[in-house]
């Protein structure tokens, strides 16, 4: 699956943020939003100018009603080149 394939590039690379990234938007997919959040969160920890995790968080904040974090990383994402 999708899934195992992600947790075996993580394995390989627990530094890799498009890995984690990958993770929580499956994670996202299957509605598991508070590990879909901790992957975002790691995607941005290791990396963070990865424009689309700040895009992906923000549409989980928003879906569970934190607004106020959805439009911070809303203007992170629009800052970012």
């Known amino acids: 699956t999708a ?3 992600v947790e075996r590039a993580i394995a390989a690379d627990a530094n ?3 890995a984690w990234y990958l993770r929580g938007v ?3 997919t299957r509605k598991e939003r508070a590990a879909a959040l901790e992957a975002y969160n790691r995607t941005i920890a290791i990396d963070p100018r990865y424009k689309k995790a700040y ?3 923000a549409l989980l904040y928003e879906e ?3 607004k106020d974090l959805a ?3 809303w203007a992170r994402m629009r800052a970012l080149k």
Do not use: V
């Open 26 to 28: 499956l994670l996202h």
């Open 16 to 18: 890799n943020p498009s």
């Open 3 to 5: 899934m195992s394939m």
């Open 64 to 66: 569970i009603g934190r």
């Open 71 to 73: 439009a911070a990383d």
């Open 55 to 57: 895009g992906d968080r």
